[in-house]
């Protein structure tokens, strides 16, 4: 790692973008079109990201919040851990933790920055991570293994989606940074008793860790707003959801990015809140006109990806999509299983959802445990992909409620859960009637497939499979 980049800690670099985003604003349409010659490399994402207005800056704020949280964790007498994507940090904001998603924090850097995340990358190999295991986490990983960011406290995960290299990046953090580690397992079926009174127990351990390397019991009081606030996020996100089944997509093609990006980041926190009811404002108002939430063209195909998003330089995806008149309702990661979501009840699949119950601490925690084991990793890809309640029939249930004209995978060369079952699950829904796109790129390193080639191969799959006519 060349010794330019241990001059400033990485997500002490990340809070200082995104707070001087937050304020780009403040002044002037001619202020804000002048400041943008001035900034580096970030300036795609954040002037993609206010291109969706109001919810834009509601989440650039988010995001300035979330790493304004992690570098003053220990002023304020909070603890920091390592966590994932597949883990509800509800829990840990009712307890006054500050969880550390690696990949958010990987895709924000891959997302910022040209060089991306290379020499993090690079980093864990050099120490003996192994080098096919997943990007997403090795991205933000490399920048802690390496002290190169605030000191953590502890590191807190589930069995990803029983993601191996998932699950191996967090061990392997624990043990190289000497930290406290709990390793949360997963319910092998959705809707078995003996699997649900298992997990519920192992949650219960769980806060039991916590309570101990935070030294603060948890506060019923506490969590009970938490879950609260994660109800009204459920509402609003299965109000998005019906929003998406409209012709043209009322919303921005970045919304789905946002929604999820919020949820893992604030799940239960008024931050989340905040930008969830924005976009309904955004959505409301664009159906009432009854235009596209596109803002280069018209709605042309509608593309439904199925596994996660590709986080090149400057949102170049998501501009993608608009320029070509692609509306993109979401994707695996935007869908929450509560039992508010219009695709739980519309294909009867409520035996599947969660539920949030506050009448007390037994039930509040059976919920936060229910919850996290519904995250869409850890629900959908945690088995074989043909069975009930998994990836083959989420996925197809939800191209069918958006209408989908296609459906698109895009992952990274570790991902071993997806790519062991892809080609399979691509002859089914291609026989379900969805031409099927596989990206072969690393959503969080340009170095295995440049956008440019990841592009080209988007367009001609569009034209050869007649699409975009």
Not at 103 to 122: N, P
Not at 144 to 153: K, N, R, T
Request: hydrophobic share 40%; with cysteine; proline share 4%.
């Amino acid at each position: 790692m060349r010794n330019a980049t241990r001059e400033y800690r990485f997500d002490w670099m990340l809070n200082s973008i995104f707070q001087a985003g937050s304020h780009l604003r403040d002044g002037s349409e001619k202020e804000y079109r002048t400041s943008l010659r001035y900034l580096p490399y970030f300036r795609g994402i954040i002037e993609t990201v206010f291109e969706a207005g109001v919810p834009g800056q509601c989440f650039i704020d988010a995001c300035a919040s979330y790493f304004r949280n992690i570098v003053t964790a220990h002023d304020r007498g909070h603890k920091r851990a390592i966590t994932t994507f597949c883990f509800s940090p509800a829990l840990m904001y009712a307890m006054d933790v500050v969880p550390l998603c690696l990949e958010i924090l990987s895709a924000v850097m891959t997302l910022c920055y040209r060089r991306g995340t290379a020499e993090f990358l690079d980093y864990c190999n050099e120490l003996g991570f192994s080098e096919t295991s997943c990007s997403s986490q090795r991205g933000a990983l490399g920048a802690y293994l390496a002290g190169v960011a605030h000191e953590i406290d502890m590191v807190v995960t589930d069995t990803p989606g029983v993601c191996d290299t998932n699950a191996n990046a967090f061990s392997f953090a624990s043990a190289y940074l000497k930290k406290p580690f709990f390793q949360l397992d997963f319910p092998p079926v959705l809707v078995d008793g003996r699997s649900d009174g298992y997990h519920r127990a192992d949650y219960r351990s769980l806060i039991a860790f916590l309570e101990e390397h935070t030294g603060k019991k948890l506060d019923p009081d506490r969590l009970r707003e938490v879950l609260k606030e994660i109800e009204r996020q459920d509402e609003l996100m299965a109000e998005l959801d019906e929003f998406y089944r409209i012709i043209p997509c009322p919303m921005p093609v970045t919304f789905g990015f946002m929604v999820y990006a919020s949820r893992f980041l604030f799940a239960g926190m008024p931050e989340c809140t905040r930008l969830l009811e924005s976009m309904l404002v955004t959505a409301r108002e664009n159906i009432e006109k009854g235009i596209s939430g596109l803002k280069y063209g018209k709605e042309r195909v509608r593309a439904f990806f199925c596994y996660i998003d590709h986080y090149t330089t400057h949102l170049r995806l998501w501009r993608m999509l608009d320029e070509l008149g692609v509306a993109a309702p979401g994707n695996i990661l935007s869908k929450h299983w509560s039992d508010k979501a219009v695709y739980a009840r519309e294909f009867d699949r409520m035996d599947a959802t969660y539920a949030i119950d506050t009448r007390d601490m037994d039930h509040m925690i059976d919920s936060l445990a229910d919850l996290n084991s519904r995250m869409p990793m850890v629900k959908s890809i945690r088995g074989p992909y043909d069975a009930p309640n998994m990836w083959l029939e989420d996925t197809l249930s939800l191209a069918k409620l958006y209408s989908a004209d296609c459906i698109v995978y895009n992952g990274t060369p570790g991902c071993r859960n997806t790519w062991g079952m892809l080609k399979l699950f691509a002859r089914d829904t291609e026989k379900a009637g969805f031409p099927t796109h596989i990206m072969y790129g690393d959503a969080f390193d340009d170095r295995v497939e440049s956008w440019e080639s990841s592009r080209e191969r988007f367009e001609e799959f569009m034209n050869v499979r007649r699409l975009m006519t």
